[in-house]
């Protein structure tokens, strides 16, 4: 199971420090839905695929109550979600009403165990290579 990339073009225009070469970019791959990943869960374990949707729909609606309130979540080993918030720019704190702040994006900040987990299991392939190997095509 690999990771596979292609090379992207980059051009630096900063003055001074002009430069163009090439660095690793994700290649677009699936992307797993929810039904799927049940079932897969399920296979490892005692509990049926409707069983582990269930409470991952608990847990959706868990998630939600808690980044309303403010609380960042700690996932175990996977990470912590948390709720960033933004706001127009007042001149003074004081026109900093509720009304002005919303929220930006739900974050995610993965654990250290994830993270060297993927740093030292993962593996890459170049898309090219992919192809080849996997659909006799030779292009990027």
Do not use: H, W
């Amino acid at each position: 199971m690999s990771i596979i990339y292609k090379p992207r073009k980059m051009v630096c225009t900063i003055p001074g420090k002009e430069k163009t070469g090439y660095f690793a970019a994700k290649a677009v791959s699936s992307t797993i839905d929810l039904n799927n990943l049940c079932y897969r869960i399920s296979s490892n374990c005692t509990i049926t695929s409707a069983d582990v949707k269930g409470v991952i729909e608990a847990l959706l609606t868990q998630f939600e109550l808690e980044l309303l309130s403010g609380k960042n979540i700690r996932f175990g080993d996977i990470g912590t979600f948390s709720a960033s918030i933004t706001s127009d720019i007042v001149e003074n704190k004081e026109d900093l009403k509720p009304q002005k702040v919303r929220i930006k994006t739900v974050t995610f900040l993965p654990s250290t165990r994830l993270k060297n987990k993927l740093k030292t299991k993962a593996r890459f392939m170049r898309l090219r290579d992919f192809n080849r190997k996997y659909n006799g095509v030779d292009e990027e």
